[in-house]
């Protein structure tokens, strides 16, 4: 075959070795993005990612694809930005689309209180060299006629943010956009091949127990999520960290009504409109921990009326699907990046809305393993902030009021 058709690599299944450089635990996004950017950038090629169901079968399968940079810290901020020009360019970087596309995002303010937040935060934005405005009723018409300023007739619109980089890309090409690239690099991908413990001596991690024998290792990367506290707990450590479920359904496809993603910034319901027409809703973090994937009828019923009262014609779409995934919440709502207190065991987790960040986690973090410097953008979030009381709280961004 010549041309245009080129035969693709995605997963070679090979028996893991003895022994790796470096061993992450977690197919997700975030341990794809690293081993990616280990292989890419570092020539770091002994790399084995260990994944316990399938590729993307946590959060970054099941997650609502928003990316934005319109958070409400100095550190957050320069964080997300910096994935977010990551994103840019990612299909061309891994070679496979990801589906990026850039629509805006639309905040809706139904108080006083939320407009008052969007307010500091379009200028902190703005400081920071990220665009998001604040807009009056009339403005927030002109971007989006769909939208009923009555707020259903009980919660009326004051203003809103808006956030014209606001964009989404589809959560499994990017999956397997860096599974692929990262296995044509040499990493090696182990699908259905759990983590059972973390091996760790005198002088720190030396490796990790899987259900296919013991692997030593440079050093260990838990990239795990929602499963973030009993991963740490293998290698003795406990985590100010919490499990969270998250939901999110989809109507059936319709023909294109949505353009951008809509949210309200006081109803906690967000929406946007996926490539293949479905309408895709989701709602804030619940407020109970468990690790249970079963979704509810209330948060259906709850997030359909939800976003009725800002789209009204959403009354007349038929929902088809819902489903639910974990978040695990750090107490200051913002991410944890970095080497732990024991050495050579590392963390990429605080996961709450960690899909839009994973260009940048994986690129730092890879920096990190690679150098043993840690980038100026992810030193705000080293796990051992907690004790010296360097908290990045940002409840407001990461929808945990
Ligand atoms: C409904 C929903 C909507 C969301 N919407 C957004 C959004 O719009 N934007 C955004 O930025 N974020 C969003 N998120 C959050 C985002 O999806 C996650 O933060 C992100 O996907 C986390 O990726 P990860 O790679 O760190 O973890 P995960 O994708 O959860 O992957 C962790 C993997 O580790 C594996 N694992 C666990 N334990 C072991 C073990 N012992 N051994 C081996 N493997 C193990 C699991 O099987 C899993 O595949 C949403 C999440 C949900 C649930």
Request: aromatic content about 8%.
């Amino acid at each position: 075959m010549t041309g245009i058709f080129r035969r693709r690599v995605f997963l070679r299944q090979v028996e893991p070795k003895r022994r790796y450089d470096v061993v992450i635990i977690g197919g997700g996004v975030n341990g794809l993005s690293l081993a990616y950017n280990l292989a890419a950038r570092h020539g770091i090629h002994d790399v084995a990612v260990f994944e316990a169901g399938y590729l993307g079968a946590g959060a970054s399968g099941r997650n609502t694809q928003v990316v934005r940079a319109n958070y409400n810290t100095p550190e957050n901020i320069p964080l997300y930005k910096a994935s977010l020009g990551i994103w840019r360019t990612l299909s061309q970087e891994l070679d496979f689309n990801v589906q990026f596309s850039t629509q805006g995002e639309l905040d809706l303010c139904h108080t006083t209180d939320s407009l008052e937040v969007e307010r500091d935060k379009s200028l902190l934005n703005h400081a920071y060299g990220v665009h998001t405005d604040v807009l009056a009723p009339e403005e927030i018409t002109r971007i989006n006629p769909l939208v009923d300023l009555s707020g259903g007739g009980s919660l009326p619109v004051l203003g809103a943010s808006y956030h014209p980089p606001g964009s989404t890309a589809r959560h499994d090409s990017v999956v397997w956009g860096y599974a692929s690239a990262a296995t044509r690099l040499g990493v090696h991908i182990h699908e259905g091949s759990s983590v059972t413990g973390i091996r760790v001596d005198m002088d720190g991690c030396t490796g990790v127990e899987t259900d296919a024998g013991p692997i030593s290792a440079g050093a260990v990367v838990s990239a795990v999520a929602g499963w973030t506290s009993i991963v740490a707990d293998m290698a003795g450590l406990k985590l100010p960290i919490s499990t969270h479920p998250l939901q999110a359904f989809v109507t059936e496809p319709y023909h294109h009504v949505l353009d951008g993603l809509v949210s309200s910034m006081d109803l906690y319901v967000y929406l946007s409109q996926t490539a293949r027409g479905e309408l895709l809703v989701g709602a804030e973090i619940l407020p109970y921990n468990t690790y249970s994937t079963r979704s509810t009828f209330d948060f259906l019923s709850e997030a359909a009326k939800r976003s009725i009262q800002i789209l009204p014609f959403m009354a007349r779409a038929r929902a088809m699907r819902q489903w639910a995934g974990l978040c695990d919440m750090t107490p200051d709502s913002s991410p944890i990046l970095g080497e732990t207190e024991v050495p050579r065991f590392f963390l990429v987790a605080g996961m709450t809305w960690g899909f839009k960040g994973s260009p940048i986690f994986g690129r730092t973090m890879a920096e990190l393993l690679a150098t043993g410097r840690t980038p100026e953008l992810i030193a705000p979030f080293a796990p051992d902030r907690f004790e010296r009381d360097r908290m990045v709280p940002d409840a407001a961004s990461a929808g945990t009021h």
